[in-house]
C-alpha cells in the first residue's frame, strides 16, 4: 500500500515536469526560430535593428557625454578652484556653489510654499467642474512650457526693472521660483492624489477637520512625492542659466541678497564663452554634473522607496 | 453657547484656510498673467516704433544704424528646430518603441534611469559638450568637403538639439505607447503578424496622437532653448545660408545683445522675446488641442 503510493506520487512529480517543457516550446521562439521568421521577413528584420540600434544611440550618447566631462575634468579640479575668492587668476568656482546654495534655498523657500498650497487646493478642496480647477491647470502648463529665456527677460522687466531691486540673488530667485512652480505643484497633485480615501474619511470620522486631515493627515503621507519634486525643482535650478544673466548677474562674489551673484551654470557658461579658461570650465561641468547625477539618484530612490510602501 | 461659538470658531477657520489655498492656487494665474503683461506692453511699443512688417520681415539687423529686422533670427530659430526633429525624432521615437515593447525588465532598470539623466544634464553642459566635441567634428566635416564655415554652424546646433530634446519625445511616446490596449498586440499577432510588425503596424498608429504631443513637446524645448545653443551656433545675425555656415536663433539674439543694449534696441530685444513667446503659445495651444483630441 505505502509503496504504490510513493510509485504514484513519483509519477506526479514528473508529469508536470515535461508538461513545462512542452509549454516553454510552444510558447517561446528559439533563436533559430526567430532568425528564420526574420529571414522569410526582412523588413521586420530591419525595423527591429533600428529600434535596438536607436536605444544603443540613445544609451551611447549619455555615456558618451558623462565619460568625456569626467574624463577630462576631474584632472582639472584642484583645491585653487576652491578658493574662498575668485579672481582671474585662480577662476575660484566657491563663490558660485555659495550663490548656488542660497539661490536654491531661497527659490524654495518662495515656490514650495504655493506650488503646495496650490496642488492641496486643486485635490482637495476644489469642487469636480470647478471652472478655477481648469484655468490653474491650463496656465500651470503654459508655465512648463515657456522656455527660461522668456522667463529672464520677465524677470529682468518685473523685478530688476520695475520693482528696482537692480541685478540680484533676490530677483533671481523670484524669477526662478515663478519657473519651478508648476513642477511643484504638479508632483505634489500626483503625492496626494496617490493618498487613499481611506486616510481622508478615517481623519473625518475621528472629528478632525478639514484644514487638520490636510496638514496632519494627507501631506505628512504625501511627503515622499512631494520630496521627489523638490528634488527635480533642486536640479532646475542648479542647472539653469538663462534665467539668471539678466536677473541675478554675473557677478563672481557672494555679496548678500540684495546685489547680484553668479550660480554655478552661469559661472561655466562665462568661463567657457571667454574661451581663456577651459580648464576651470571642465571642472565646473564635472561639478554641475555630479550634483545632478546625485540629484537623479536621490529621487529616484525616494520614488523606488514609494513604489514598494504601496 | 460655547460649544456653539467654538463651532462657528472652526468654521471661520476653515473658511480662512481654504481661501489661502484658493490664493495659492491663482498663483500660477497671476504668474501667467504678469508674464504676459510684461512682455506686450513692454515689447510691442517697440515693434510699432520699427514697424511690425519691417520687424518681422527685414533681413537686416543693425543695431547701430538702428536697423531691427529679425527675419534671420526666426528663420533661424525654425531651420534648428526643424533639423533637430529630423535628428531627434526618429531616435527618439525608436527609442521609446524599444523601452516599452522590447526592452527586457533588467534593462529597463537601467535605461529608464538614463533617459531621465538626458533630462536632467544642465543646458550649459550640453553647450559645454557641443563646444568641444561636436564643433571640432562639423569643422573637420566642413574642411573635408571644401566648404566654408568653422564648425559652429546650424548643423552643430541641430545635432545637440536633436539629443536635448530626445528624453522628451522618448518620455512622452513611452507612455502614449504603454496606454495603447494590449488586445491591440494580441488581435495582430493571432492574425499572424511577427512580433515587430505587430507593434508597427497595430500599437504605433493607435498611439499616434500621443507620439504628436511628444513631438510638439520637443519642438517648443527646442525653439527655446538658448545656452546650448549660443555656445554651438556661432551667432551672426545674417540670413541662414547654409548647413556649415553659422546661424543666430530668436533665443541667441536676446541674451547675446541684451547685456549694453539700450533705448530703441532693448526694445528690439524686449520684441524679440515677444515673438519667441508667441511661438511658445501657439506650440502650447496646439500640444493641449493633440492631448485633448487624445482623450
Known amino acids: ?310 | 453657547m460655547k460649544e456653539e461659538a467654538k463651532a462657528a470658531r472652526k468654521r471661520v477657520f476653515e473658511k480662512i484656510m481654504e481661501i489661502i489655498f484658493i490664493l495659492c492656487a491663482c498663483m500660477s494665474i497671476l504668474a501667467v498673467a504678469l508674464i504676459c503683461f510684461f512682455l506686450f506692453t513692454k515689447g510691442i511699443p517697440g515693434m510699432a516704433k520699427i514697424g511690425i512688417f519691417k520687424f518681422l520681415g527685414g533681413q537686416v539687423w543693425k543695431p547701430g544704424n538702428d536697423i531691427y529686422g529679425i527675419l534671420p533670427m526666426i528663420l533661424g530659430s525654425v531651420y534648428v528646430t526643424g533639423l533637430a526633429l529630423v535628428i531627434g525624432v526618429p531616435i527618439g521615437l525608436l527609442t521609446a518603441i524599444f523601452m516599452a515593447r522590447f526592452c527586457p525588465k533588467k534593462l529597463y532598470k537601467v535605461v529608464k534611469p538614463a533617459v531621465d539623466l538626458l533630462a536632467g544634464i544642465p543646458s550649459v553642459v550640453y553647450g559645454f559638450f557641443g563646444m568641444v566635441v561636436i564643433v571640432p567634428v562639423v569643422r573637420a566635416l566642413t574642411d573635408a568637403l571644401g566648404a566654408r564655415g568653422n564648425g559652429v554652424s546650424l548643423l552643430t546646433a541641430a545635432i545637440l538639439l536633436g539629443i536635448m530634446i530626445l528624453p522628451t519625445i522618448i518620455s512622452v511616446s513611452e507612455a502614449a505607447i504603454r496606454a495603447v490596449p494590449e488586445s491591440y498586440y494580441e488581435g495582430s499577432l493571432g492574425l499572424g503578424a511577427d512580433p515587430v510588425r505587430s507593434v508597427f503596424k497595430a500599437v504605433l498608429p493607435a498611439a499616434k496622437s500621443g507620439i504628436m504631443a511628444g513631438i510638439i513637446l520637443g519642438v517648443g524645448r527646442a525653439i527655446g532653448e538658448t545656452m546650448a545653443v549660443i555656445m554651438v551656433a556661432g551667432n551672426n545675425p545674417a540670413m541662414p545660408k547654409g548647413l556649415l555656415q553659422g546661424v543666430r536663433t530668436l533665443t541667441a539674439n536676446i541674451v547675446i545683445e541684451m547685456g549694453y543694449a539700450q533705448d530703441l534696441h532693448r526694445e528690439a530685444l524686449i520684441a524679440t522675446g515677444v515673438v519667441l513667446f508667441v511661438f511658445i503659445l501657439i506650440i502650447n495651444l496646439c500640444f493641449s488641442i493633440v492631448k485633448r483630441r487624445d482623450k
Open chain 1, 1 to 310: 500500500m505505502a509503496d504504490t503510493t510513493a510509485v504514484d506520487f513519483n509519477i506526479q512529480e514528473e508529469e508536470p515536469e515535461t508538461n513545462a517543457a512542452d509549454i516553454v516550446g510552444i510558447n517561446k521562439q528559439t533563436f533559430g526560430q526567430k532568425l528564420k521568421s526574420y529571414t522569410r521577413k526582412p523588413t521586420s528584420l530591419i525595423m527591429l535593428i533600428l529600434v535596438i540600434g536607436a536605444a544603443v544611440i540613445t544609451l551611447a550618447v549619455l555615456i558618451f557625454i558623462i565619460a568625456y566631462i569626467l574624463i577630462n575634468g576631474v584632472p582639472n579640479l584642484s583645491w585653487s578652484l576652491f578658493r574662498w575668492n575668485y579672481n582671474s587668476e585662480n577662476s575660484s568656482m566657491m563663490p558660485a556653489i555659495i550663490n548656488t546654495v542660497i539661490m536654491t534655498i531661497l527659490a524654495l523657500l518662495i515656490s514650495v510654499p504655493f506650488g503646495i498650497g496650490a496642488a492641496v487646493y486643486l485635490v482637495e478642496y476644489a469642487k469636480r467642474g470647478n471652472k478655477l480647477v481648469g484655468i490653474v491647470r491650463i496656465t500651470a502648463e503654459t508655465l512648463t512650457g515657456i522656455p527660461s529665456i522668456v522667463y529672464g527677460l520677465f524677470g529682468m522687466l518685473f523685478f530688476v526693472t520695475q520693482l528696482k531691486w537692480r541685478l540680484s540673488m533676490l530677483a533671481g530667485a523670484f524669477t526662478l521660483a515663478i519657473m519651478i512652480l508648476p513642477v511643484i505643484m504638479r508632483t505634489t497633485e500626483e503625492a496626494l492624489m496617490a493618498v487613499p480615501d481611506s486616510y481622508r474619511e478615517g481623519s473625518f470620522g475621528l472629528g478632525a477637520g478639514k484644514f487638520r486631515t490636510v496638514f496632519k493627515i494627507i501631506l505628512p503621507s504625501a511627503m515622499p512625492g512631494i520630496l521627489s519634486g523638490v528634488i527635480l525643482a533642486i536640479g532646475r535650478i542648479v542647472g539653469e542659466t538663462a534665467a539668471l544673466m539678466y536677473t541675478a548677474g554675473t557677478v563672481p562674489a557672494v555679496q548678500g541678497l540684495l546685489s547680484s551673484g553668479r550660480t554655478l551654470a552661469v559661472h561655466m557658461y562665462v568661463l567657457s564663452s571667454e574661451g581663456l579658461y577651459m580648464g576651470p570650465a571642465y571642472a565646473t561641468a564635472v561639478i554641475l554634473l555630479v550634483v545632478v547625477l546625485l540629484m537623479n539618484l536621490g529621487s529616484s530612490l525616494i520614488a523606488k522607496r514609494l513604489t514598494k510602501g504601496n
